[in-house]
């Protein structure tokens, strides 16, 4: 008699963690029905502990309804059997979405968006690393990335049957470190792209006996992981409106606008983009990795970097994007591009103008030429962030009290675990974890 085969039912929560439970793939009932699912679940840390107090203790029941879109079936992990999962929004019992999914948090925004005319084209590029013994090779050398093979050859092709659409693989610039770049598709498949990635990659590391790690540092000195956010506007009939060669930036003033609501609510939105106490050693100056609010053309110390094109680009107007650069993978990518969905919005709705193009690195201004062109500095550490997210009342405003309770209490509770640690420790925990 051949066991029945498993299908895990899935959802990413607070912390970036995917969490689920499994059933036969040859069940029906799970296609209509989901299965059963605890709220005090989405206040779970990322090390296994559920933050306390929190709303929920003991008391209700949820459901994880798939989403029959977002099945992965992949065969041939070496001594695994398949990987079979698919990706659920977190609902009540009637069916309805809860207002603590983060899934479901991203398609309401998207419903907005789409209310006001737009749809988004994104996509997530992620870097990652490789620890162990290999050694060390110059930066995007081939033997840098010849020393991660199979692994990055086959987690190519595990990339592409999973359907996320791989375009890149490469070595990075810091010692082990990796990145993989998808292409873009609509919001929703983008940010479920952004997790099946990085669960794809966990199980065939695993499977090989490699350790991998998207952290956003993995020791205080390393090269940060990043999550880049790619982002085109397309207007309601699917017609891209972000490249204007006559405008500055060469952006729409749709595309402009909605920029600008990046960088008016970046602080807050770093709440959710770099959402752990080992965040905020990634997002120091001279790091690339973004540490001042302003927009810029082929500048990676700017937050939002307007991606050039080649000149041989052959639709440019499809091509063309912008990057949210502040993000990394402690953060949940569903409600990640949920805030900047949301920030755009605000930014198109207020009309904002295109904030000034900063291309050189803000921290190699003076303080006064900062202020000059409204260069502010991003939160420097978790409870900064936090402390942003409630002074913006447009941001707070667009979340529950039930979800901003859990929210807070989980995040308080998360650099409350840390306190004390110094920086090594801190990378070690969430290096292990993430
Ligand atoms: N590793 C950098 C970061 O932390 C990004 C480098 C790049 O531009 O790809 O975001
Ligand atoms: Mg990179």
């Known amino acids: 008699m051949t066991p029945p085969s498993l299908l895990a039912i899935l959802t990413t929560d607070l912390v970036a963690m995917t969490r689920g439970r499994s059933v036969s793939a040859d069940a029906q ?15 779970l840390d990322p090390f296994g502990a559920i933050a306390s107090p929190n709303p929920y203790g003991a ?35 009637d069916g309805t979405p809860w207002q603590c999914c983060p899934r479901s948090i991203l398609r309401a925004a998207l419903a907005d968006l789409a209310a006001a005319g737009f749809q988004l084209d994104v996509s997530f590029e992620q870097e990652f690393s490789l620890p162990g013994d290999a050694p060390a090779h110059p930066p995007f050398s081939l033997q840098a990335h010849r020393t991660a093979e199979p692994f990055l050859s086959d987690l190519f092709a595990a990339l ?29 498949a983008a ?8 669960e794809v990659a966990r199980d065939l590391a695993a499977a090989t006996g490699r350790r991998i790690s998207f952290a956003p540092k993995l020791t205080p000195d390393g090269i940060g992981n990043g999550v880049h956010i790619h982002l ?16 500055p930036g060469n952006l729409t003033a749709e595309a402009a606008a909605f920029a600008a609501g990046l960088v008016r609510h970046m602080a807050a939105l770093c709440a959710f983009t770099a959402p752990s106490p080992v965040s905020y050693l990634r997002l120091t ?30 639709d440019p107007a499809r091509s063309f994007n ?9 953060a949940n990518p569903h409600l990640a591009l949920a805030v900047l969905v949301r920030a755009g919005l605000a930014g198109l709705r207020d009309k904002l103008p295109l904030p000034p193009l900063v291309n050189t690195d803000p921290a190699d201004m003076t303080a006064a030429e900062r202020a000059a062109l409204g260069i502010v500095r991003l939160p420097d550490s978790l409870p900064s962030a936090l402390a942003a997210l409630k002074a913006d009342a447009e941001v707070s405003g667009w979340f529950t009290p039930l979800f901003l309770e859990t929210y807070f209490g ?5 650099e409350a675990l840390s306190a004390g640690d110094s920086a090594t420790a801190l990378c070690h925990r969430y290096s292990a974890a993430y």
């Open 285 to 314: 100056p001279h790091h690339w990795s973004a540490a001042y609010a302003c927009i810029g053309e082929r500048n990676r110390e700017a937050a939002v970097r307007i991606c050039p094109l080649p000149a041989s680009a052959r």
């Open 191 to 198: 940010a479920d792209r952004a997790v099946v990635i990085r």
């Open 29 to 43: 009932s799970w296609r209509t029905q989901g299965v059963g699912w605890v709220p005090a679940n989405i206040s």
């Open 232 to 247: 085109s506007l397309r207007d309601a009939t699917g017609h891209p409106v972000t490249y204007d060669p006559t405008q």
């Open 59 to 93: 008391a209700g029941d949820m459901r994880l309804l798939p989403d029959l879109d977002t099945e992965v079936h992949l065969t041939g992990i070496p001594g695994r059997p398949d990987l079979h999962f698919v990706l659920a929004d977190i609902t009540a019992l």
């Open 410 to 414: 989980l995040k308080k509770h998360e």
């Open 322 to 330: 912008f990057e949210y650069r502040p993000a990394d993978a402690t």
């Open 160 to 188: 592409d049957e999973a359907g996320t659409d791989p375009e890149t693989i490469l070595a990075e610039y810091g010692a082990q470190q990796f990145e993989v770049t998808t292409g873009p598709t609509h919001a929703l």
